[in-house]
């Protein structure tokens, strides 16, 4: 499987000539549209089965693994999530924060962490450097802000390198998040929308990102990291709260000793 990105595709015929441009745009392969894929023989069906792609459609910008109806569509779901209880330890992680405090999620990705985020703070930036994955950010993060909850209205995505955003910026934020992609071996599966980034980014996109964010955060760093895993950067945390799977890494900036600028 590439870690190239996602094949694009069109939903229908008719979304042809937009997903063309999208991948024109994003540097990805086009591949035509879904509907014709999934009339291909079956022995072809079964290759294809083996790709991600990104479709372009009506209602919806999404991931699919294979072209049959068998694997659901991968998309940023902020309506979803925000409808659902929150039991991330992120919440504990951010405990004794300000409510008014600002927080900038260098790695968003999808979204997920940096809507928890948004519920105990004032404002979120989401840094998101790919651009076919800035664009599912961006576009789930719009269809949410057409509805009437607040919280949507305070999350500002940018595509954009997120060394080069930190090192350029003026005003720090209070906290900021760290969620580098990671691959760890374990018997339990990871959830389809991280298994699908893990298998289509190719990592080593966050090197150096945590002694930055050190010399930049005004309060707090927090970093997402399997429960097994090492330090980041090799870099022992203020604290860190443990869930069954995953750690969160707490650098107070009060305690602890920053890299030199």
């Given at each position: 499987?590439?870690?190239?990105?996602?094949?694009?595709?069109?939903?229908?015929?008719?979304?042809?000539?937009?997903?063309?441009?999208?991948?024109?745009?994003?540097?990805?392969?086009?591949?035509?549209?879904?509907?014709?894929?999934?009339?291909?023989?079956?022995?072809?069906?079964?290759?294809?089965?083996?790709?991600?792609?990104?479709?372009?459609?009506?209602?919806?910008?999404?991931?699919?693994?294979?072209?049959?109806?068998?694997?659901?569509?991968?998309?940023?779901?902020?309506?979803?999530?925000?409808?659902?209880?929150?039991?991330?330890?992120?919440?504990?992680?951010?405990?004794?924060?300000?409510?008014?405090?600002?927080?900038?999620?260098?790695?968003?990705?999808?979204?997920?962490?940096?809507?928890?985020?948004?519920?105990?703070?004032?404002?979120?930036?989401l840094l998101e450097q790919i651009p076919?994955?800035?664009?599912?950010?961006?576009?789930?993060?719009?269809?949410?802000?057409?509805?009437?909850?607040?919280?949507?209205?305070?999350?500002?995505?940018?595509?954009?390198?997120?060394?080069?955003?930190?090192?350029?910026?003026?005003?720090?934020?209070?906290?900021?998040?760290?969620?580098?992609?990671?691959?760890?071996?374990?018997?339990?599966?990871?959830?389809?929308?991280?298994?699908?980034?893990?298998?289509?980014?190719?990592?080593?996109?966050?090197?150096?990102?945590?002694?930055?964010?050190?010399?930049?955060?005004?309060?707090?760093?927090?970093?997402?990291?399997?429960?097994?895993?090492?330090?980041?950067?090799?870099?022992?945390?203020?604290?860190?709260?443990?869930?069954?799977?995953?750690?969160?890494?707490?650098?107070?900036?009060?305690?602890?000793?920053?890299?030199?600028?």
């Open positions: 499987m590439s870690k190239d990105g996602p094949l694009v595709v069109g939903e229908d015929k008719s979304f042809e000539s937009k997903a063309k441009e999208f991948a024109l745009s994003t540097n990805l392969i086009f591949k035509g549209n879904l509907e014709d894929l999934e009339r291909e023989p079956l022995k072809k069906i079964e290759e294809l089965n083996k790709h991600y792609y990104l479709v372009i459609g009506s209602k919806n910008l999404y991931l699919k693994l294979g072209v049959t109806l068998k694997n659901k569509p991968i998309y940023s779901d902020f309506l979803g999530w925000s409808e659902k209880p929150m039991k991330s330890n992120i919440l504990l992680a951010m405990k004794g924060l300000p409510k008014d405090c600002s927080v900038l999620d260098a790695t968003a990705g999808l979204g997920q962490d940096a809507l928890y985020l948004a519920t105990l703070s004032k404002e979120v930036i076919w994955l800035f664009s599912l950010l961006e576009n789930g993060l719009d269809k949410a802000k057409r509805g009437h909850k607040k919280i949507f209205s305070r999350m500002h995505p940018f595509c954009v390198n997120a060394k080069e955003y930190l090192q350029e910026l003026e005003e720090s934020p209070d906290v900021i998040y760290l969620d580098p992609m990671f691959n760890f071996s374990n018997k339990s599966k990871a959830k389809k929308d991280l298994q699908a980034l893990r298998e289509l980014i190719k990592e080593g996109l966050t090197n150096d990102l945590l002694q930055i964010s050190l010399l930049k955060a005004k309060r707090r760093v927090i970093v997402k990291r399997h429960s097994k895993q090492d330090f980041l950067e090799n870099l022992k945390p203020t604290y860190s709260i443990f869930g069954r799977v995953i750690r969160f890494d707490v650098y107070a900036i009060s305690q602890v000793d920053l890299p030199l600028g």
